[in-house]
């Protein structure tokens, strides 16, 4: 699995939704502050890296896909 499916399967299984589109803004499908912070530490769990502050700049599902880095990147 790659990392922008990995990072879509956490955000639908966070936010309790089966699918999601790359427009979707996470606090527009029910998130809240705690839950971005469990959103951001199940895809530290899994070596993907989202700054939780990319989640309240822009909170479309592509955003922060393109914000994510893993390993040392």
């Known amino acids: ?23 979707d803004n996470f606090f527009e499908r029910s998130g809240t502050s705690l839950k971005a912070a469990r959103f951001v530490r199940a895809l530290a769990g899994r070596g993907i890296r989202v700054p939780l ?3 309240f700049t822009d909170g479309r599902l592509a955003a ?6 893993t390993g040392e990147g």
């Open 1 to 23: 699995m790659n990392v922008h499916d990995e990072i879509e399967k956490v955000w639908c299984e966070v936010l309790g939704v089966a699918d999601c589109r790359p427009e």
């Open 53 to 55: 502050g990319a989640l």
């Open 64 to 69: 922060v896909q393109a914000a994510a880095t």
